[in-house]
């Protein structure tokens, strides 16, 4: 079974800075989706960035990059230029590419990151 | 703009009591999700559609039960309530599509049992 890990219950960083989320995943499959999600409080979860297993190419979307490393089966999100709007919870997730149009996803645990003025 | 609302942003229940939690997607998408968040644990699918009428189980579909008469519409039953249930519940809707990757999620619902 597909199982995605965040080992960062919680993490800081300064207005301004950068800081780096972690995510590990499981899986068997060699082409599959990954996603980061952001929830800020008390608002709703929107999708933040995602990559393709097939592209070695790293996404990046705007100040949010991702760091893929599919051998190693690791997933991180690194936020530049932090201000205090990404304060939120970050949701990693994965989707297998061929795993039927129903689009399931599997979530991490979550990171709830501050963001320090 | 996609638009996944649910019909209580709080609700307070007594146990052994019938509850329903209603979400409506204005996106036509055929996919409509259940999820139960609660801290530390991530989000974990409770049940999901693919088409009215239709649905399938997820992880932790043990004392709730959906319903999904018209494709805007899902509604999550909990039969008879209890205190293990209280959590925040996340409706998410999405196209049914090989290639279509995206989630979109209503603002959640956090239900206490007491």
């Known amino acids: 079974a597909q199982t995605v890990t965040q080992s960062q219950p919680e993490m800081s960083v300064q207005e301004a800075e950068t800081v780096t989320l972690s995510c590990t995943y499981d899986?068997?499959?060699?082409?599959?989706?990954l996603f980061w999600y952001k929830q800020p409080p008390s608002r709703q979860m929107i999708l933040v960035i995602r990559q393709e297993a097939y592209k070695q190419q790293n996404a990046t979307e705007n100040r949010f990059s991702v760091n893929f490393q599919k051998a190693a089966k690791s997933f991180s999100l690194k936020i530049s230029d932090s201000q205090l709007g990404d304060a939120a919870m970050y949701f990693c997730?994965?989707?297998?590419?061929?795993?039927?149009?129903?689009?399931?996803?599997?979530f991490g645990t979550g990171t709830l990151l501050a963001v320090q003025p | 703009d996609v638009k996944v609302t649910q019909s209580s942003r709080y609700l307070v229940k007594r146990t052994g009591e019938k509850v329903f939690l209603e979400c409506v997607q204005d996106?036509?998408?055929?996919?409509m999700f259940w999820y139960r968040q609660d801290p530390g644990l991530g989000l974990r699918l409770i049940y999901f559609?693919?088409?009215?009428?239709?649905?399938e189980k997820g992880d932790i579909p043990e004392g709730y039960s959906v319903s999904r008469e018209k494709k805007e519409r899902f509604s999550l039953i909990l039969e008879s309530a209890s205190t293990n249930q209280t959590s925040m519940y996340l409706c998410?809707?999405?196209?049914?599509?090989?290639?279509?990757?995206?989630?979109?999620f209503g603002p959640g619902t956090r239900l206490t049992v007491t």
């Open positions: 997730a994965y989707r297998p590419l061929y795993g039927g149009a129903t689009n399931k996803l599997i």
């Open positions: 996106m036509d998408h055929e996919n």
């Open positions: 998410a809707s999405s196209l049914l599509q090989e290639n279509s990757y995206e989630q979109y």
């Open positions: 559609s693919y088409d009215v009428k239709m649905k």
């Open positions: 899986t068997s499959e060699s082409d599959y989706y």
